[in-house]
């Protein structure tokens, strides 16, 4: 039998047709373009730190023509990176852990946000997680980022995944779908938390992960073994424009909201309240590392415990490396004296 994470690689055959090889250098400059896979449809404020780091021009800083790809959830990712299409992808840690598990050459080698940034939205009838027995649960697939909050929840609560009914939907999706009465439960990113309650006053946050799961890992850069081999220098000027743009983010409030809100489409005042929560209360972008070895070792526990995890538990230490990360710390220098900070 093939490794499950091999799956799938008839779509990135197509994407690597359609995108090229994920990393290549420029033929007249010195510049390398690279592939990104963020794993949204459409980016959330969790993934705007690329933008950020476009628009302020940190990328160009570091000699990187970047490209990015969205796509529907981390599995996908995943599986561009492993098909190749992909230099370095964004996705939460579960698709990571389950595709090294089963023999996949991967590595995290960085985080975009790396404390949970979401919530599980239900209507104010349900109050709490053992309620959600019968009811359809808004998921992007099997084994994705949402659809594993979401077991977590059914789980800890005693339920199964039999006595729910999954359904289907798009990062962008979710929010109509809640309005509608679609599904009956949505994990949602913090922005769109903010505009659906807003919209329907019967909608409430049931489960808070931030608070649930504080010592949850969320969001990894991801790349092949093989890609890092010979592209050390690559992901190390990666890292430096995306820890940049991390710190400018928590100096540059009004140009961050800017930023981030035409990145995702949503309104000024929505992603400013975002902001707050996000980067002013819970710190979730790393300034440092942003890689706690015991933190992800727990979140691959926590996996394990709630059967998410595929096949052999992997040690953090196969699953991450530090080395890139540790040699832009090292270069800019690391920030300290704000809890937020990490």
């Not at 995943?78 to 089963?102: D, H, K, W």
């Not at 991801?222 to 990666?238: D, G, I, P, Q, Y």
């Not at 394990?304 to 992997?314: D, F, N, R, T």
């Amino acid at each position: 039998m093939r490794p499950a994470w091999i799956s799938g690689l008839a779509l990135v055959a197509v994407l690597i047709a359609a995108c090229g090889t994920g990393s290549t250098p420029s033929a007249t400059t010195s510049t390398v373009s690279i592939t990104i896979g963020l794993p949204n449809s459409t980016p959330s404020f969790a993934n705007s730190d690329i933008a950020v780091a476009q628009t302020e021009g940190y990328f160009g800083k570091e000699g990187l023509d970047v490209h990015v790809e969205n796509l529907s959830s981390g599995v996908s990712v995943v599986q561009g990176i492993v098909g190749g299409s992909l230099a370095i992808g964004a996705s939460s840690i579960e698709p990571v852990v389950n595709a090294v598990s089963q023999g996949a050459p991967l590595q995290v080698i960085g985080s975009y946000a790396n404390k949970l940034t979401v919530s599980m939205v239900t209507p104010t009838s349900i109050t709490s997680p053992a309620q959600l027995r019968g009811k359809r649960l808004g998921i992007q697939q099997v084994g994705a980022f949402r659809e594993v909050m979401t077991r977590m929840v059914i789980e800890g609560a005693g339920l199964a995944t039999s006595d729910v009914t999954y359904v289907p939907s798009s990062s962008t999706a979710y929010t109509s779908e809640l309005l509608q009465g679609t599904i009956q439960s949505g994990v949602l990113q913090e922005e769109q938390v903010l505009k659906v309650l807003k919209k329907d006053t019967k909608l409430h946050v049931l489960v808070n992960f931030a608070t649930t799961r504080p010592d949850y890992f969320y969001g990894a850069y991801v790349v092949s073994k093989s890609w890092l081999a010979s592209h050390e220098s690559v992901a190390e000027k990666f890292l430096t424009a995306v820890t940049e743009a991390h710190r400018f983010m928590y100096k540059n409030k009004a140009r961050t909201v800017a930023i981030v809100a035409a990145n995702t489409g949503y309104p000024q005042q929505t992603i400013s309240e975002a902001y707050d929560v996000l980067v002013g209360t819970e710190g979730v972008f790393g300034v440092n590392t942003g890689l706690n070895a015991s933190v992800i070792t727990g979140t691959i526990a926590t996996m394990k415990q709630y059967k998410i995890l595929s096949g052999a538990e992997p040690s953090e230490s196969s699953l991450v490396d530090t080395g890139p990360i540790s040699a832009v710390v090292s270069k800019l220098g690391a920030w300290s004296g704000d809890p937020r900070w990490n």
